[in-house]
């Protein structure tokens, strides 16, 4: 984190990031990587979400999967079903809370 190749939200509430795939895909896998130096705990709870509609930033798509927890410094894979969508969202919902995220990767077919 301190070296720069983190991101983190502010303490919001229902913090959120989004990426923008510039066309529909069928995702199916999402590899997160935490911070490793503190807080590791801030991303349990946090929803991967998947869809069109930007509607609420996108935040109301279709929910691919939760995350439990995820140690500090790792990485987790999240497989699911094939899920059509453009917009694939990170969204810790119900707390004020900093998103942190230090790696994402999105795979689709």
């Known amino acids: 984190m301190s070296g ?3 991101s983190q939200t502010n303490a919001d509430r229902d913090p959120w990031w989004r990426v923008d795939l510039g066309k529909v895909y069928k995702v199916k896998r999402v590899l997160i990587t935490n911070r490793g130096d503190c807080c590791a ?3 349990n709870g946090a929803q991967i979400r998947i869809g069109n ?3 609420n930033n996108g935040n109301n798509n279709e929910l691919a999967e939760a995350v439990v927890s995820i140690p500090a410094g790792e990485t987790k894979t999240f497989e ?3 899920i059509n969508g453009r917009y694939v969202n990170i969204i810790i919902p119900g707390r004020n809370e ?3 995220l230090c790696e994402v990767e999105v795979f689709a077919e």
């Open 98 to 100: 900093h998103l942190t």
């Open 41 to 43: 705990e801030r991303i």
């Open 80 to 82: 699911f079903k094939p």
């Open 4 to 6: 720069g190749s983190c």
């Open 53 to 55: 509609n930007l509607e």
